[in-house]
């Protein structure tokens, strides 16, 4: 079984290491979706416990009613059974699952995204977006501070003007 903290701490992208990431990320975007699968399943079987023990507390609580010959409501039998401690038992245990399986869909949605952000990283990388720049007009060592110098430039030119 997967660690939810080790699988979140490999979300983060190293841009300068574009190919390590290419490659861990189908095998690390598996791991989430198997282990999503199985929370889905642990939340399933945990609710599917709950309305079981649900049905046999209300079974036994009407039963008890019959043997006493006490009359009760639907909305007495509703309430009794909340409070009994198995079904709040079971309801706590099935919220937790729940949670679990939350935690586990957004970190799968965050490998979707994280698949997205390398694709467009790839994608930078090949317009030399992180390589050095070559104009030595403007002395930026980026493709951004070149972009960052020119807009300098043009504010510069503007407050002359004015």
Known sequence: MADLKQLEAKLRIDEHALDIALREHPDLFY???TELAL????R????QDLEEIEAQVDMELRKAAAVSDTKTTEKE????KKVDKKVKAANDKFLEERFN?????ALKEAYEARSYALSKLVD?????YYSANEDNRTGATTLRDARAQHVKKDLVERRVRV
């Open 31 to 33: 791991k989430v979706a």
């Open 39 to 42: 929370a889905i399943s642990n």
């Open 44 to 47: 399933d079987e945990a609710k």
């Open 77 to 80: 039998i509703e309430s009794n």
């Open 101 to 105: 399986a939350a935690k586990w869909t």
């Open 124 to 128: 930078l990388f090949l317009a030399n």
